[in-house]
């Protein structure tokens, strides 16, 4: 195994890592007793244990970590918060949709870095103790819970009327 290039592979996702956990915690608070933020609010300590283990990967294969990057997902993410949403002030819808693409994009890099690591694991005895699988299942759930609230921001961003965001039912059990 060719432990420098897995090494930044590792590094680019802890920073992707940094970034989406970063945006989860903007837009839970910006939807804070939605749907939307209570579904976030389950979704972070998640998002956490997975950047936990993604360190634990690093640790195991005694691979450095790349602070460099890390903080500059930190920043990216700040600077992301800048965009134009059509209001000057306060939350727009189209913040929410986008914010939501993002969470959607970070889950499918989160989906492949499981996967990539599984297949990695038949080869290296070390990774072996960590549940890949298990992480793949619980990636592609949160997925389809993304994508369902991606699809309702949407409705509301370009309704012709001002909509309500995520007054209804929870879209899956304990969410």
Not at 8 to 37: C, K, M, P
Not at 53 to 63: G, K, S
Request: aromatic share 6%.
């Amino acid at each position: 195994m060719h432990a420098k290039r897995l090494g930044i592979y590792l590094n680019d996702h802890l920073a992707g890592s940094v970034g989406g956990l970063e945006l989860a915690i903007r837009t839970e608070a910006e939807n804070h007793g939605n749907l939307l933020g209570r579904y976030l609010a389950t979704l972070i300590p998640e998002l956490k244990e997975d950047q936990s283990t993604l360190l634990a990967v690093l640790d195991a294969l005694a691979l450095k970590r790349d602070g460099l990057k890390t903080r500059a997902a930190w920043a990216v993410e700040k600077v992301g918060r800048l965009k134009l949403n059509g209001t000057l002030l306060r939350y727009s819808p189209l913040s929410r949709l986008l914010e939501l693409e993002g969470l959607c994009s970070a889950t499918e890099g989160r989906l492949s870095l499981w996967r990539t690591l599984a297949r990695v694991s038949v080869k290296d005895a070390r990774l072996a103790v960590f549940p890949f699988e298990s992480l793949v299942q619980r990636g592609e759930a949160q997925r389809s819970v993304l994508q369902r609230l991606r699809a309702q921001a949407a409705d509301v961003a370009f309704a012709e009327e001002p909509q309500p965001f995520g007054t209804g039912e929870p879209l899956v059990a304990g969410h």
